[in-house]
């Protein structure tokens, strides 16, 4: 992931939002985002494989902007609750 986004990450900040089977853990992410933002998220994941949340501390740069790529799907920025 590090390699194909361009930009140092610090592992300790990064978590997969899964759960047991084939859908992320909803009620994980529902903990850190409001449930407008969880909602969007939902309706964008159809066909993920696996659901990565990076916190804003594990990128050393601040004026980093993630973009979507060939095989990562960005979400956007939002303010944990």
């Known amino acids: 992931m590090k390699v194909e986004l361009g930009y140092r990450i610090e592992s300790d900040f990064v978590g997969v939002v899964w759960s047991r089977g084939d859908q992320p853990d909803w009620q994980y992410l529902a903990s850190r985002l409001n449930a407008a933002q969880v909602a969007a998220i939902m309706g964008q994941t159809t066909s993920a494989n696996c659901l990565v949340l990076i916190d804003q501390a594990a990128i050393k740069d601040e004026?980093?902007?993630?973009?979507?790529?060939?095989?990562?799907?960005?979400?956007?920025?939002f303010i944990s609750s």
Do not use: N, Q
């Open 63 to 77: 004026r980093v902007e993630f973009k979507p790529t060939g095989s990562l799907t960005y979400h956007g920025s």
